[in-house]
């Protein structure tokens, strides 16, 4: 494995302790959302503006809409997949929620002329199965209400839109710019949505502060921000179908601290899903990395 992947398996296991920390949160949804983000920021902002300062005040208009429209999708991600997790199992909606690689796949080819190998849509195929099975066996067993399994699904489509404008952006923008400016603008949508619906940003119990910290320090400062990092070297398909590694490790994470019951469908289906993965990220000896984009700055 080649350090451009050892770091998004890394970012992936990061990622994946987000369903547990939000369940121990007592909180609601988007103001765990604007917490998360607007912590992120507050910790990458120092940093970014210390190292970063001159890219960023050097940035065109264009890039700058275009930073600030993924921060808008992964703002609208997270509002709904944090939602989607009070009407479900970690399992149902962490699957639903990675479905992603459909829609990122079909995009990239279109938009970036991205070819995938026979091996790694057997892989993107195979892995999606496996995420069906699991998502199967909780939907009969009664744990996907429609309104949980739509707002996982929407919240698929609008991390599609995270990733792919990430790819583009990525290949000119220096990691410390495009975190600081994703981060920051979804922080400040939350929070203002948050507010505008009228919920309390403050008063919570001790250990849900302690939550929401972990929460930005470790799924999104760790693992995000290793992901984001990926995205200027490897394709943004792979890295969508990396991330259904996420709902394996969710779910064990679930049975061991939350409790939450493991059947051995769902064991069958988590092994499927890290076949698909080894398939579609497969590469034989001796192919290069995929050649980064090219950005037309407007």
Request: net charge positive; with cysteine.
């Amino acid at each position: 494995m080649n350090r451009y992947r050892l770091v998004l398996a890394l970012g992936v296991v990061f990622v994946s302790s987000a369903a547990i920390l939000i369940r121990l949160t007592e909180a609601h949804p988007l103001v765990i959302a604007a917490y998360r983000l607007c912590i992120t920021s507050l910790i990458i902002a120092p940093i970014s503006l210390t190292f970063a300062r001159r890219e960023i005040r050097q940035l065109s208009l264009s890039k700058f809409l275009l930073a600030v429209s993924s921060g808008a999708c992964l703002a609208l991600h997270f509002g709904l997949w944090i939602t989607s997790l009070g009407d479900t199992s970690v399992a149902s909606s962490v699957v639903l929620v990675t479905s992603s690689p459909i829609f990122v796949a079909l995009v990239s080819y279109w938009l970036f002329k991205e070819r995938l190998s026979r091996l790694s849509i057997t892989g993107i195929i195979v892995c999606i199965a496996g995420a069906i099975i699991i998502g199967y066996v909780n939907w009969q067993g009664g744990a996907i209400p429609l309104l949980g399994a739509v707002l996982a699904f929407t919240g698929a489509i609008a991390v599609s839109g995270y990733m792919l404008i990430g790819r583009i952006l990525r290949q000119s923008m220096g990691l410390l710019t495009y975190i600081f400016l994703t981060y920051t603008s979804a922080g400040i949508i939350l929070l203002a949505a948050a507010m505008l619906i009228r919920q309390p940003l403050t008063g919570y119990s001790g250990n849900t502060y302690l939550m929401l910290i972990l929460l930005a320090v470790v799924p999104q400062v760790l693992g995000h921000s290793s992901i984001n990092w990926s995205l200027r070297f490897l394709s943004a398909t792979e890295i969508t179908v990396a991330i259904l590694g996420e709902p394996v490790i969710a779910i064990i994470m679930a049975f061991f601290i939350l409790k939450e019951p493991l059947s051995i469908w769902e064991i069958a289906g988590g092994i499927i899903i890290l076949v698909g993965i080894y398939l579609a990220m497969y590469r034989p000896p001796g192919r290069k990395i995929d050649k980064p984009l090219e950005f037309i700055d407007a």
